[in-house]
């Protein structure tokens, strides 16, 4: 089973920078897209940035230029790097990882998402 901790969040000022981390239980070659997602209060969760084991990325228009996701499969783990935050940035933060397999009509054959605990990221002005 696929388990994911995150860690690196923290109270940091606006036009500051953090570095969260995920560790994933098994080996990343196993997962199909590696994902950063974020919610604020009351709001439904949101794409941040995605890797696929490929290497291929993804961002939201928000945070294009500022955030970088990367990977490292020697040690099993998919980073966030997150530079000139400001205020709205201000959410928890949840790793994801995409196992699912499909169709070429678009099903899922197998495979789930995974998702950690998250982790707090409050930016200050």
């Not at 990325?57 to 990367?70: E, L």
């Not at 995409?98 to 950690?116: C, E, H, I, K, N």
Request: net charge positive.
């Amino acid at each position: 089973q696929v388990q994911l901790v995150e860690s690196g969040g923290a109270l940091v000022q606006t036009g500051g920078s953090l570095r969260l981390s995920c560790a994933v239980s098994v080996s990343i070659f196993s997962i199909n897209v590696m994902g950063w997602y974020r919610q604020f209060p009351g709001k439904q969760r949101e794409l941040v940035a995605t890797i696929t084991s490929g290497g291929d990325t993804n961002y939201a228009d928000s945070v294009k230029g500022r955030f970088t996701i990367s990977r490292d499969n020697a040690k099993n783990t998919v980073t966030l790097q997150m530079n000139s935050l400001n205020t709205e940035d201000t959410a928890v933060y949840y790793c994801n990882a995409d196992t699912r397999r499909y169709s070429s009509l678009g099903r899922v054959l197998m495979g789930q998402l995974t998702w950690g605990q998250g982790t707090q990221v409050t930016v200050s002005s």
